[in-house]
């Protein structure tokens, strides 16, 4: 047994990443951010579909023409190919995510 919000280092130079299980199609991890984003030039354009849900913290999740604010307890599914980035997470605090990735 774990506990999601065990093990999340007081300083992070870099967003967090934790594979929590992996098997052939689905992919579940934990993502901390404190005050990360992705860089203004990039996009992500997965072949597959990610679920998100926002545990604790807040963000901003930017598509091609809209964007979506998440709290804790918000959710969201993007599906493969849909251009998005990270805009902005919560500077004073953990954004602790779950991600599951669903390969096809």
């Given at each position: ?90 500077p004073d ?12």
């Amino acid at each position: 047994m774990d506990n999601i919000f065990t093990n999340i280092p007081t300083e992070l130079p870099e967003e967090l990443f934790t594979s929590l299980l992996k098997r052939d199609n689905v992919h579940i991890e934990r993502i901390v951010s404190n005050g990360h984003s992705t860089p203004p030039e990039q996009w992500y354009d997965q072949a597959w579909d990610e679920w998100v849900l926002v545990l604790e913290g807040q963000a901003i999740l930017v598509y091609e023409h809209s964007e979506q604010t998440l709290t804790a307890g918000d959710y969201v599914l993007i599906p493969a190919h849909t251009k998005h980035r990270v805009e902005w997470t919560t500077p004073d605090s953990h954004t602790v995510w779950l991600a599951v990735h669903l390969y096809h």
